[in-house]
């Protein structure tokens, strides 16, 4: 158990809401990570951080932003949710053995109507 | 821009059959990670490559690293049933950030 959850896991909204999602560990890594899973398209990296207020951009960052105001909490926040940020979205931390290895979170499924 | 491609995207096979992923990298990452999701799951570490030549096996997966070729091979020995399933294979975009960048994943499908 990578001591991570997620919440909530699932959530309807309506296009225009603002959504955030939460990312919670338990163990004190430094490096936190926000990607979106679409099918066809595996998983790619939204936004990450290295530490605390220390966040920086992924592949797809456009329409998202993001908090880490302590070391526990990564927040991933849809300022106005739009249909093409349905998706499910796995928060993940490296692994503590230093081989780079992420452990993944249960995702949060987002559907945007 | 590392990008990172799998092939096949989908697998069929018989049990008892034997196959390999593909999976192929665009530029330099010293370390290659292997990746399973069953359906409406999380993604479970497989395997962590982290040098040329390096191989991993468990079970009925074996995994293999070629950095200078840029490819990692996961091969099925004898497939049963319980290794239908989603395969990632990830490389490292940043060594020093951490972030790992995903093929699209291949779905096999194992019949009896």
């Known amino acids: 158990d990578a001591g991570i959850t997620q919440s909530p896991r699932h959530k309807v909204t309506e296009t225009g809401t603002p959504v955030t999602l939460r990312c919670h560990q338990t163990e004190n890594h430094r490096y936190m990570y926000w990607y979106r899973q679409d099918p066809g398209h595996g998983l790619r990296l939204i936004h990450y951080s290295y530490g605390v207020k220390d966040t920086d951009k992924g592949e797809v960052s456009d329409g998202y932003s993001v908090s880490r105001s302590k070391t526990e909490d990564f927040l991933l926040t849809l300022e106005s949710a739009t249909s093409s940020q349905t998706s499910v979205y796995f928060c993940?931390?490296?692994?503590?053995?230093?081989?780079?290895?992420?452990?993944f979170g249960e995702g949060s499924r987002l559907t945007v109507l | 821009e590392l990008k990172v491609e799998q092939n096949p995207l989908f697998l069929s096979m018989q049990e008892g059959k034997n196959y390999t992923i593909y999976c192929n990298y665009s530029?330099?990452?010293?370390?290659l990670y292997w990746y399973r999701q069953d359906p409406g799951k999380s993604l479970e570490s497989l395997f962590v490559l982290l040098s040329n030549g390096a191989v991993k096996q468990e079970g009925r997966l074996m995994a293999s690293l070629d950095t200078k070729a840029r490819l990692s091979t996961l091969h099925i020995t004898a497939a049963v049933h319980d290794l239908s399933a989603t395969y990632f294979c990830a490389a490292h975009g940043s060594s020093n950030t951490g972030k790992l960048i995903f093929g699209q994943g291949t779905t096999l499908q194992v019949k009896p």
């Open positions: 993940a931390i490296t692994s503590s053995a230093n081989t780079g290895e992420l452990f």
């Open positions: 530029t330099t990452s010293d370390r």
